[in-house]
Protein backbone atom coordinates (compact mmCIF):
# COMPACT_ATOMS: atom_id res chain seq x y z
CA UNK A 1 0.00 0.00 0.00
CA UNK A 2 3.24 2.10 1.25
CA UNK A 3 4.41 1.66 -2.27
CA UNK A 4 1.86 2.17 -4.11
CA UNK A 5 0.87 5.86 -2.74
CA UNK A 6 4.51 6.47 -3.28
CA UNK A 7 4.07 5.82 -6.88
CA UNK A 8 1.05 7.85 -7.62
CA UNK A 9 3.05 11.03 -5.50
CA UNK A 10 5.99 10.08 -8.31
CA UNK A 11 3.50 10.38 -11.14
CA UNK A 12 2.22 13.12 -9.73
CA UNK A 13 5.17 15.12 -9.60
CA UNK A 14 6.47 14.25 -12.42
CA UNK A 15 2.82 15.64 -14.16
CA UNK A 16 3.07 18.86 -12.00
CA UNK A 17 6.55 19.05 -13.14
CA UNK A 18 5.75 18.52 -16.63
CA UNK A 19 3.02 21.18 -16.63
CA UNK A 20 5.07 23.80 -15.15
CA UNK A 21 7.92 23.08 -17.29
CA UNK A 22 5.42 23.53 -20.21
CA UNK A 23 3.93 26.91 -18.63
CA UNK A 24 7.59 28.40 -18.45
CA UNK A 25 8.72 27.44 -22.10
CA UNK A 26 4.92 29.02 -23.09
CA UNK A 27 5.36 31.86 -21.55
CA UNK A 28 9.07 32.48 -22.57
CA UNK A 29 7.82 31.98 -25.87
CA UNK A 30 5.01 34.54 -25.66
CA UNK A 31 7.12 36.83 -24.08
CA UNK A 32 9.93 36.82 -27.21
CA UNK A 33 6.73 36.71 -29.52
CA UNK A 34 5.86 39.95 -27.73
CA UNK A 35 9.40 41.08 -27.66
CA UNK A 36 10.13 40.65 -31.42
CA UNK A 37 6.51 42.23 -31.99
CA UNK A 38 7.31 45.45 -30.70
CA UNK A 39 4.92 45.45 -28.42
CA UNK A 40 7.14 46.43 -25.43
CA UNK A 41 8.01 49.93 -27.26
CA UNK A 42 6.30 53.21 -26.39
CA UNK A 43 3.31 53.95 -27.76
CA UNK A 44 5.13 56.38 -29.49
CA UNK A 45 8.74 56.26 -30.01
CA UNK A 46 10.96 59.71 -29.51
CA UNK A 47 14.07 58.71 -30.90
CA UNK A 48 17.47 60.93 -30.63
CA UNK A 49 20.01 60.19 -33.78
CA UNK A 50 23.17 59.43 -32.58
CA UNK A 51 22.20 60.98 -29.29
CA UNK A 52 21.09 64.16 -30.43
CA UNK A 53 23.65 65.46 -33.22
CA UNK A 54 21.95 68.82 -33.70
CA UNK A 55 23.09 70.07 -30.08
CA UNK A 56 26.01 67.49 -28.75
CA UNK A 57 28.66 65.64 -30.67
CA UNK A 58 27.60 62.36 -32.38
CA UNK A 59 27.90 59.29 -30.85
CA UNK A 60 29.39 60.29 -27.91
CA UNK A 61 27.98 59.68 -23.97
CA UNK A 62 27.54 63.34 -23.43
CA UNK A 63 25.09 63.41 -26.66
CA UNK A 64 23.12 60.36 -24.91
CA UNK A 65 22.97 61.87 -21.83
CA UNK A 66 21.63 65.49 -23.07
CA UNK A 67 19.44 63.39 -25.37
CA UNK A 68 18.26 61.53 -22.02
CA UNK A 69 17.63 64.91 -20.36
CA UNK A 70 15.05 65.62 -23.83
CA UNK A 71 12.90 63.05 -22.60
CA UNK A 72 13.80 60.35 -25.72
CA UNK A 73 12.12 56.76 -24.93
CA UNK A 74 15.30 55.62 -27.39
CA UNK A 75 18.86 55.93 -28.09
CA UNK A 76 19.97 56.22 -31.39
CA UNK A 77 23.88 55.24 -32.36
CA UNK A 78 25.65 53.14 -34.43
CA UNK A 79 28.36 50.34 -33.72
CA UNK A 80 31.56 49.64 -35.24
CA UNK A 81 34.81 47.73 -34.02
CA UNK A 82 38.45 48.36 -33.88
CA UNK A 83 40.68 46.02 -34.29
CA UNK A 84 41.30 44.40 -30.77
CA UNK A 85 37.56 43.32 -31.45
CA UNK A 86 36.01 45.95 -29.31
CA UNK A 87 32.21 47.91 -30.02
CA UNK A 88 33.04 51.15 -30.75
CA UNK A 89 30.08 53.70 -30.97
CA UNK A 90 30.88 55.58 -34.32
CA UNK A 91 29.37 56.33 -37.12
CA UNK A 92 32.17 56.19 -40.11
CA UNK A 93 34.18 53.34 -40.19
CA UNK A 94 37.12 56.20 -40.28
CA UNK A 95 37.59 59.51 -38.13
CA UNK A 96 35.63 61.83 -40.14
CA UNK A 97 37.32 64.65 -40.87
CA UNK A 98 34.50 67.20 -40.63
CA UNK A 99 34.27 66.50 -36.48
CA UNK A 100 37.99 65.29 -35.40
CA UNK A 101 41.04 66.95 -34.10
CA UNK A 102 43.94 65.07 -34.44
CA UNK A 103 46.26 63.73 -31.18
CA UNK A 104 48.33 66.98 -31.96
CA UNK A 105 45.51 69.51 -32.17
CA UNK A 106 45.35 69.62 -35.60
CA UNK A 107 42.30 69.51 -37.81
CA UNK A 108 42.57 66.04 -40.54
CA UNK A 109 43.23 66.96 -43.59
CA UNK A 110 41.85 65.56 -46.88
CA UNK A 111 42.88 62.15 -47.75
CA UNK A 112 43.79 61.77 -44.06
CA UNK A 113 40.44 60.36 -42.75
CA UNK A 114 40.23 57.18 -44.55
CA UNK A 115 43.65 56.20 -43.36
CA UNK A 116 42.36 56.33 -39.72
CA UNK A 117 40.14 53.18 -40.01
CA UNK A 118 38.94 51.94 -36.88
CA UNK A 119 38.93 48.73 -37.91
CA UNK A 120 42.50 49.44 -38.27
CA UNK A 121 43.23 50.27 -34.96
CA UNK A 122 42.81 49.28 -31.32
CA UNK A 123 40.52 50.62 -29.21
CA UNK A 124 43.54 52.96 -27.03
CA UNK A 125 44.58 54.45 -30.26
CA UNK A 126 40.85 55.62 -31.20
CA UNK A 127 41.40 57.81 -27.96
CA UNK A 128 43.93 59.77 -29.33
CA UNK A 129 41.45 61.45 -31.13
CA UNK A 130 38.95 64.35 -30.17
CA UNK A 131 35.60 64.21 -32.45
CA UNK A 132 33.82 66.68 -29.89
CA UNK A 133 35.90 70.46 -30.33
CA UNK A 134 35.67 70.89 -34.22
CA UNK A 135 33.18 73.11 -35.35
CA UNK A 136 30.43 71.87 -37.76
CA UNK A 137 28.88 73.82 -40.15
CA UNK A 138 25.94 71.99 -40.75
CA UNK A 139 25.46 71.72 -36.78
CA UNK A 140 25.68 75.55 -35.73
CA UNK A 141 23.79 75.00 -32.33
CA UNK A 142 25.96 71.85 -31.80
CA UNK A 143 27.95 72.40 -28.42
CA UNK A 144 31.27 71.97 -28.60
CA UNK A 145 33.39 69.59 -25.97
CA UNK A 146 36.28 67.75 -26.04
CA UNK A 147 35.28 64.11 -25.85
CA UNK A 148 36.08 60.60 -27.63
CA UNK A 149 34.76 57.98 -29.24
CA UNK A 150 32.83 55.96 -26.79
CA UNK A 151 33.06 51.86 -26.28
CA UNK A 152 29.58 50.72 -26.54
CA UNK A 153 30.05 48.97 -22.55
CA UNK A 154 31.23 52.50 -21.63
CA UNK A 155 28.32 54.24 -23.36
CA UNK A 156 25.84 51.83 -21.84
CA UNK A 157 27.53 51.93 -17.96
CA UNK A 158 27.20 55.82 -18.16
CA UNK A 159 23.35 56.10 -19.12
CA UNK A 160 21.75 53.33 -16.83
CA UNK A 161 23.69 55.06 -13.84
CA UNK A 162 22.57 58.62 -15.01
CA UNK A 163 19.18 57.09 -15.20
CA UNK A 164 19.67 55.34 -11.57
CA UNK A 165 20.94 58.84 -10.01
CA UNK A 166 18.27 60.51 -11.60
CA UNK A 167 15.78 58.56 -11.36
CA UNK A 168 14.42 58.64 -14.84
CA UNK A 169 13.04 56.20 -16.77
CA UNK A 170 15.20 53.67 -18.69
CA UNK A 171 15.40 54.02 -22.42
CA UNK A 172 15.69 51.88 -25.21
CA UNK A 173 19.40 51.54 -27.37
CA UNK A 174 18.75 51.12 -31.01
CA UNK A 175 22.15 50.30 -32.65
CA UNK A 176 22.95 50.30 -35.65
CA UNK A 177 25.57 47.73 -37.56
CA UNK A 178 27.33 49.63 -39.65
CA UNK A 179 28.41 47.27 -42.60
CA UNK A 180 28.66 46.26 -46.29
CA UNK A 181 29.58 43.65 -48.33
CA UNK A 182 31.69 45.41 -50.45
CA UNK A 183 33.95 46.10 -47.22
CA UNK A 184 33.66 42.62 -45.27
CA UNK A 185 37.18 42.31 -43.05
CA UNK A 186 38.60 45.45 -44.49
CA UNK A 187 35.95 48.15 -42.37
CA UNK A 188 34.36 45.60 -40.38
CA UNK A 189 34.03 41.90 -39.47
CA UNK A 190 32.12 39.42 -41.02
CA UNK A 191 28.45 39.45 -40.00
CA UNK A 192 28.20 36.85 -37.90
CA UNK A 193 31.42 37.83 -35.37
CA UNK A 194 30.14 41.43 -35.94
CA UNK A 195 27.27 40.24 -34.56
CA UNK A 196 28.24 37.93 -31.89
CA UNK A 197 30.89 40.82 -30.44
CA UNK A 198 27.56 43.39 -30.64
CA UNK A 199 25.38 41.02 -28.53
CA UNK A 200 28.38 39.89 -26.02
CA UNK A 201 27.92 43.22 -24.79
CA UNK A 202 24.27 43.74 -24.96
CA UNK A 203 23.56 40.31 -23.02
CA UNK A 204 26.61 41.18 -20.69
CA UNK A 205 24.67 44.22 -19.97
CA UNK A 206 21.52 42.37 -19.68
CA UNK A 207 19.54 45.57 -21.41
CA UNK A 208 18.23 42.34 -24.53
CA UNK A 209 15.00 43.58 -23.41
CA UNK A 210 15.46 47.24 -24.36
CA UNK A 211 17.56 46.99 -27.31
CA UNK A 212 16.88 47.15 -31.23
CA UNK A 213 19.29 46.04 -33.78
CA UNK A 214 18.94 48.37 -36.61
CA UNK A 215 21.08 47.99 -40.06
CA UNK A 216 20.89 48.88 -43.68
CA UNK A 217 22.69 45.41 -44.19
CA UNK A 218 19.80 42.35 -44.06
CA UNK A 219 22.55 39.71 -43.53
CA UNK A 220 23.35 41.21 -39.77
CA UNK A 221 19.38 41.22 -39.56
CA UNK A 222 19.49 37.68 -40.66
CA UNK A 223 22.38 36.39 -38.07
CA UNK A 224 19.96 38.01 -35.12
CA UNK A 225 17.20 36.15 -36.25
CA UNK A 226 18.69 33.49 -36.90
CA UNK A 227 21.10 33.41 -33.34
CA UNK A 228 19.50 35.69 -30.91
CA UNK A 229 15.63 35.54 -32.21
CA UNK A 230 14.44 37.61 -29.01
CA UNK A 231 16.12 40.84 -29.85
CA UNK A 232 14.32 43.41 -31.64
CA UNK A 233 15.51 44.14 -35.33
CA UNK A 234 14.58 47.46 -37.99
CA UNK A 235 15.25 47.59 -41.36
CA UNK A 236 16.83 50.46 -42.42
CA UNK A 237 15.72 51.65 -46.02
CA UNK A 238 17.13 54.71 -48.66
CA UNK A 239 15.36 56.91 -50.20
CA UNK A 240 16.30 55.62 -53.33
CA UNK A 241 14.92 52.13 -52.66
CA UNK A 242 12.18 51.74 -54.62
CA UNK A 243 11.98 47.96 -54.21
CA UNK A 244 8.12 46.95 -52.92
CA UNK A 245 7.63 46.43 -49.15
CA UNK A 246 6.56 42.97 -49.86
CA UNK A 247 9.95 42.02 -51.89
CA UNK A 248 12.29 43.85 -49.33
CA UNK A 249 10.62 41.50 -46.54
CA UNK A 250 10.99 38.45 -48.70
CA UNK A 251 14.79 39.67 -49.26
CA UNK A 252 15.31 39.72 -45.58
CA UNK A 253 13.28 36.40 -44.97
CA UNK A 254 11.31 37.18 -41.85
CA UNK A 255 9.40 40.05 -41.28
CA UNK A 256 11.23 42.73 -38.82
CA UNK A 257 9.93 44.71 -35.42
CA UNK A 258 10.65 48.14 -37.14
CA UNK A 259 10.38 48.93 -40.96
CA UNK A 260 12.32 52.09 -40.47
CA UNK A 261 12.56 54.22 -43.93
CA UNK A 262 13.51 57.95 -44.63
CA UNK A 263 11.05 59.79 -43.69
CA UNK A 264 10.09 60.97 -47.46
CA UNK A 265 9.23 57.84 -48.09
CA UNK A 266 6.40 57.93 -45.68
CA UNK A 267 2.82 57.47 -47.55
CA UNK A 268 -0.25 56.62 -46.28
CA UNK A 269 0.32 53.52 -48.46
CA UNK A 270 2.91 52.41 -47.13
CA UNK A 271 1.66 52.62 -43.54
CA UNK A 272 -1.48 49.97 -44.48
CA UNK A 273 1.66 47.70 -46.12
CA UNK A 274 3.41 47.72 -42.67
CA UNK A 275 0.35 47.99 -40.86
CA UNK A 276 -0.97 44.77 -42.51
CA UNK A 277 2.28 42.99 -41.94
CA UNK A 278 2.88 43.80 -38.41
CA UNK A 279 5.31 46.35 -38.29
CA UNK A 280 6.15 49.27 -36.37
CA UNK A 281 7.10 52.35 -38.50
CA UNK A 282 9.93 54.68 -37.29
CA UNK A 283 11.22 57.47 -39.93
CA UNK A 284 14.43 58.98 -39.92
CA UNK A 285 16.14 61.66 -39.81
CA UNK A 286 13.32 64.27 -39.35
CA UNK A 287 14.52 67.39 -38.43
CA UNK A 288 12.10 69.99 -38.83
CA UNK A 289 9.00 70.62 -36.39
CA UNK A 290 6.02 70.71 -38.62
CA UNK A 291 7.40 67.22 -40.25
CA UNK A 292 7.61 65.81 -36.93
CA UNK A 293 3.98 66.47 -36.40
CA UNK A 294 2.88 65.85 -40.22
CA UNK A 295 4.52 62.45 -39.64
CA UNK A 296 2.74 61.85 -35.72
CA UNK A 297 -0.86 62.64 -37.69
CA UNK A 298 -0.13 60.31 -40.54
CA UNK A 299 0.36 57.40 -37.52
CA UNK A 300 3.95 56.37 -37.36
CA UNK A 301 5.13 54.60 -34.46
CA UNK A 302 8.15 56.89 -34.10
CA UNK A 303 10.53 59.44 -35.07
CA UNK A 304 14.22 59.69 -35.33
CA UNK A 305 15.92 63.05 -35.04
CA UNK A 306 18.59 65.04 -34.31
CA UNK A 307 17.08 67.46 -32.31
CA UNK A 308 15.17 65.87 -29.35
CA UNK A 309 14.16 69.50 -28.20
CA UNK A 310 11.59 69.49 -31.63
CA UNK A 311 9.82 66.64 -29.32
CA UNK A 312 6.47 67.80 -27.42
CA UNK A 313 7.65 67.31 -23.77
Not at 2 to 16: E, H, Q, T
Not at 88 to 107: E, L, R
Not at 179 to 201: C, G, K, Q, R, Y
Not at 222 to 250: C, F, W
Request: net charge neutral.
Amino acid sequence: MFFRNDMKFIFSLVLWTGFALCSQGKAKLDRITKMNNGDSLPAFDKEGHRGCRGLMPENTIPAMLRALDLGVTTLEMDAHITKDRMVIISHDPYFNQAITTKPDGQYLEPGEEKKLLLFGMNYVETQLYDVGLKPYARFPRQEKISVHKPLLSDLIDSVENYCARKKIRLPFYNIETKSTPETDLINHPAPDEFVNLLMSVVLSKHIQDRTIIQSFDPRTLQVLHRKYPSIMTALLIEGTNRIPVDDQIKQLGFIPTIYSPDYTMVNDSLLVKCRALNMKVIPWTVDDKSNIERLKKMGVDGIITDYPDLFDP
